[in-house]
């Protein structure tokens, strides 16, 4: 669980602004607080000389107040610097990440046209986590850590702790390891349950900025966030990498605004046992709501076989409503186009196949009406015309379902072709 400098906090900054503003009614973007607290309690600009652990048992003590919840056990936070921060993301990456689910990811978004041939995955990756975390909680060794450069405890990493402290909350009252966030072939799964676990957070540092930050704070927060190192390790990466590195605190947010102003901290809380199954259920609360789940898509079992001897498939997964609109818009569709041709999914599902002459991939979709296969069938073949990919789009009229073939020749696409 990690708190993005920018991401986060460029978005926090800009609600804060206008809720500064907005004396006579609170910003329509801004949750709700559902305690107040003392200015008295609050920590401010001379934080960073201040003690470290009164620094955070306050914030703490803040943070238990707006969420609601108490933690059953200490966890000591470790102020690390770039240096570290960088050591500690790469081991993670290793540990959490086996090589070869990495390249089949790799190579898989190299055949969609989200990267380019050559590129590695890992270290994009890797680049856009070094100049954008903040600080993370690690559910799995129970260790909560805030990003400093300069050593000091300021605005920045006082949010931060704030952000990562709920995310420890979460844990021992949710047990994050069970929402499954790194299913190796539930990708948009576990997109949507990080999105819910992040906007949660978000709106409760949200909220402790509201309560907290005075202009001196605001102005040093604003200051780290335009930090070229970070504003450059996010505008040089692949905008599937920082399309959907934003989604879980941007969507997320909105998500659990929508929660919060229907039933306050406690709708969240029963959103945790109840997680959402989809980005689709992010994008639109309203299915999340009525519980619609996503359509479940099997993939012909005969599919490498059919290309010819060597082939083999390597590797599934569910794309999304998400990544299938980031499909569109990267193409060059715009952004609401994009974003009405992908409205009506109800499910998917993508596979790897691997071969003599290179990579292919498959995708079934389901819809939820003929009308929306309809939509997606005909931006899907604009697509692939503007990424100029060797593939096909398989739809009957009247069908709500649509299939995609991309090949890595006109010879393999016409044997992955039905019939």
Not at 91 to 102: L, S, T, V, Y
Not at 181 to 189: C, H, N, T, V, Y
Not at 201 to 218: C, E, K, N, R
Request: with cysteine; hydrophobic share 45%; charged share 15%.
């Amino acid at each position: 669980m990690r708190t993005r400098s920018i991401a986060a906090a460029a978005l926090l900054i800009a609600g804060l602004i206008g809720c500064s503003l907005a004396t006579s009614s609170p910003s329509p973007t801004a949750p709700s607080p559902t305690a107040t607290v003392e200015p008295s309690t609050a920590i401010g600009p001379s934080a960073s000389a201040a003690d470290p652990a009164t620094v955070y048992a306050a914030i703490r003590a803040q943070v238990e107040t707006i969420r609601g919840l108490i933690p059953t056990n200490d966890i000591a936070p470790i102020l690390i610097g770039a240096t570290q921060l960088k050591q500690n993301l790469q081991a993670d990456f290793d540990n959490q990440n086996p090589p070869a689910a990495i390249e089949i990811g790799q190579r898989t978004l190299i055949a969609l046209g989200f990267l380019p041939k050559g590129a590695s995955l890992r270290s994009l990756v890797l680049a856009l986590q070094a100049g954008q975390v903040a600080g993370y909680y690690s559910p799995t060794e129970k260790q909560l850590f805030v990003v400093s450069r300069s050593g000091a405890i300021g605005a920045t990493q006082r949010s931060t702790y704030a952000h990562e402290f709920t995310h420890e909350l979460q844990d021992q009252h949710f047990d994050l390891k069970s929402l499954d966030l790194q299913a190796p072939d539930q990708g948009d799964r576990s997109l949507a349950r990080l999105a819910m676990v992040e906007g949660d957070a978000v709106s409760v540092q949200y909220s402790w900025m509201q309560q907290s930050f005075g202009p001196a704070d605001l102005a040093q927060l604003i200051a780290d966030a335009s930090d070229p190192a970070a504003v450059a390790a996010l505008n040089n990466a692949p905008p599937y990498l920082r399309d959907t590195a934003l989604f879980p605190y941007q969507a997320g947010l909105a998500f659990v605004q929508g929660l919060l102003q229907t039933g306050g901290y406690a709708a969240v809380n029963a959103a945790f046992a109840r997680p959402p199954d989809s980005t689709e259920q992010i994008i639109h609360p309203d299915k999340y709501a009525a519980g619609e789940k996503p359509i479940a898509v099997a993939l012909p079992t005969d599919l490498a076989s059919r290309i010819g001897a060597g082939w083999t498939a390597a590797g599934q997964d569910t794309l999304g409503e998400l990544v299938i609109r980031l499909w569109l818009s990267e193409a060059g569709i715009a952004p609401n186009l994009a974003s009405d041709a992908a409205a009506g999914w109800g499910g998917d599902r993508a596979v790897l196949l691997e071969g003599p002459t290179g990579d292919a991939v498959a995708i079934e979709t389901a819809w939820d009406t003929a009308a929306d296969a309809d939509a997606f069938a005909a931006a899907a073949q604009t697509a692939l015309t503007a990424r100029a990919l060797s593939g096909t789009v398989i739809h009957v009229a009247g069908s709500a379902r649509v299939s995609l073939a991309i090949g890595t020749d006109a010879a393999t696409l016409a044997k992955l072709l039905p019939g």
